[in-house]
């Protein structure tokens, strides 16, 4: 079911999301050539701690096994859904940090710093029944001086979430926001990754509808004002066709071992407009 989301929960969302590009911001300074990754992990952890935030993908249902942990950490081939791990960031590298978090929680209900979020199955308690704000933002990073291929891959990805979000108005339809994104994606020469999509957010962090990167124009469900949704394009420098782990069940690769960004915002569409809940600064740049 599609929900219009009220006033009320529209501002939680949007506390949240300048919770969330806070922290985004702050992993621009840690991330570098010699860094471990776990510590773009341990940074989240520490916030969330902090500022008494959930990490809401901490215990999210997997066809193996439940999400441990904070962050996906994808590295240059990986898609998506990657776990974060001790391994030391290269010149070069291509790092996306997808993260999604809930607040502001107030103490007196639930102290985050005394939670272990190493344990799974208890935190798993707390993030499926959580129904307050949820911000939802994936961002890529460059590690250092990057190729041309990397920093152009990179702009194009941006530039798709830009241009499908500027889609998102009252009377346009999904397709509409697939089309833009496809069509200048591959005017570059670039694969469009179908299998994982956009999504509403609200009361939970995965609702309806699904928001295909990918599409038709004047097709598909018209967009009203209320609904929040994500756009989160995944930009492959080869083929659009992607492979899961079998261990796990969760990261995907490219299926050529191509390189591959994705740039996420979450926003609600107002009778003047997306309105970006997860903006870190001026729009096209952050």
Same mark, same amino acid.
């Given at each position: 079911?599609?929900?219009?989301?009220?006033?009320?929960?529209?501002?939680?969302?949007?506390?949240? &999301?300048?919770?969330?590009?806070?922290?985004?911001?702050?992993?621009?300074?840690?991330?570098?050539?010699?860094?471990?990754?776990?510590? %773009?992990?341990? #940074? /989240?952890?520490?916030?969330?701690?902090?500022?008494?935030?959930?990490?809401?993908?901490?215990?999210?249902?997997? *066809?193996?096994?439940?999400?441990?942990?904070?962050?996906?950490?994808?590295?240059?081939?990986? %898609?998506a859904h990657a776990f974060p791990r001790h391994y030391t960031l290269k010149e070069g590298d291509l790092l996306k940090v997808d993260?999604?978090? &809930?607040?502001?929680?107030?103490?007196?209900?639930?102290?985050?710093?005394?939670?272990?979020?190493?344990? /799974?199955?208890?935190?798993?308690?707390?993030?499926?029944?959580?129904?307050?704000?949820?911000?939802?933002?994936?961002?890529?990073?460059?590690?250092?001086?990057?190729?041309?291929? /990397?920093?152009?891959?990179?702009?194009?990805?941006?530039?798709?979430?830009?241009?499908?979000?500027?889609?998102?108005? %009252?009377?346009?339809?999904?397709?509409?926001?697939?089309?833009?994104?496809?069509? #200048?994606?591959?005017?570059?020469?670039?694969?469009?990754?179908?299998?994982?999509?956009?999504?509403? %957010?609200?009361?939970?962090?995965?609702?309806?509808?699904? /928001?295909?990167?990918?599409?038709?124009?004047?097709?598909?469900l018209r967009l009203k004002e209320g609904m929040v949704l994500t756009i989160e394009p995944m930009i492959n420098t080869g083929t659009?066709?992607?492979?899961?782990?079998?261990?796990?069940?969760?990261? *995907?690769?490219?299926?050529?071992?191509?390189?591959?960004?994705?740039?996420?915002?979450?926003?609600?569409?107002?009778?003047?407009?997306?309105?970006?809940?997860?903006?870190? &600064?001026?729009?096209?740049?952050?």
């Open positions: 079911m599609i929900t219009l989301k009220s006033a009320r929960e529209i501002e939680a969302m949007d506390q949240a &999301g300048d919770f969330i590009a806070s922290v985004h911001i702050g992993l621009r300074d840690l991330i570098k050539p010699g860094v471990d990754m776990w510590e %773009v992990e341990e #940074y /989240v952890r520490k916030r969330c701690k902090e500022d008494n935030f959930l990490p809401l993908q901490i215990g999210v249902d997997g *066809h193996l096994m439940d999400y441990p942990y904070a962050t996906c950490c994808g590295l240059n081939d990986e %898609v993260m999604v978090l &809930g607040g502001p929680i107030a103490k007196s209900d639930l102290d985050v710093s005394k939670l272990d979020f190493n344990n /799974v199955a208890q935190m798993k308690t707390y993030t499926e029944s959580f129904r307050g704000g949820i911000a939802d933002s994936c961002w890529a990073y460059a590690v250092g001086n990057v190729s041309p291929e /990397v920093a152009d891959l990179m702009a194009v990805t941006k530039e798709c979430l830009y241009r499908g979000i500027e889609q998102a108005v %009252v009377g346009n339809r999904l397709g509409d926001i697939g089309a833009a994104i496809q069509d #200048y994606a591959e005017s570059k020469g670039y694969g469009v990754v179908r299998d994982l999509v956009g999504h509403g %957010v609200g009361p939970t962090m995965h609702e309806e509808p699904n /928001v295909p990167h990918y599409g038709t124009a004047g097709r598909g659009w066709e992607i492979d899961t782990d079998t261990k796990t069940g969760w990261a *995907h690769k490219t299926l050529d071992g191509g390189l591959s960004c994705q740039y996420e915002h979450q926003f609600v569409i107002t009778k003047d407009g997306p309105r970006i809940l997860t903006s870190q &600064g001026e729009e096209g740049s952050y």
